[in-house]
């Protein structure tokens, strides 16, 4: 298998379902960058910790509680709680990956 350095990237995507679609590509764009700002308003929700995009996969909001790191006897650095994305594609991404 051979690794590829091929980057899709917004532009592409735009260009790509405005294709497929019939779209114009500023409406497409429109779309995209709404459901990227959607995606980011629903995990700023505090009450909000899985987002779900069909076809795709999920967005899980995790927090790690605060802690300390153990050098060694004498050295110990505490750490704050954080909050940590996490990513499952969905077995349809999955398939198309393969």
Request: proline share 3%.
């Amino acid at each position: 298998m051979s690794e590829s350095n091929i980057v899709v990237d917004k532009a592409a995507l735009v260009d790509f379902i405005a294709e497929a679609t019939g779209f114009t590509k500023k409406d497409v764009k429109v779309v995209l960058e709404s459901q990227a700002e959607a995606v980011r308003q629903a995990l700023a929700n505090a009450d909000v910790s899985i987002v779900k995009l069909t076809g795709i996969g999920t967005i899980k909001k995790n927090t790690k509680p605060a802690g300390v790191i153990k050098k060694s006897d004498t050295l110990s650095i505490p750490f704050p709680a954080c909050i940590t994305l996490s990513f499952k594609s969905s077995s349809k991404l999955k398939e198309a990956a393969v």
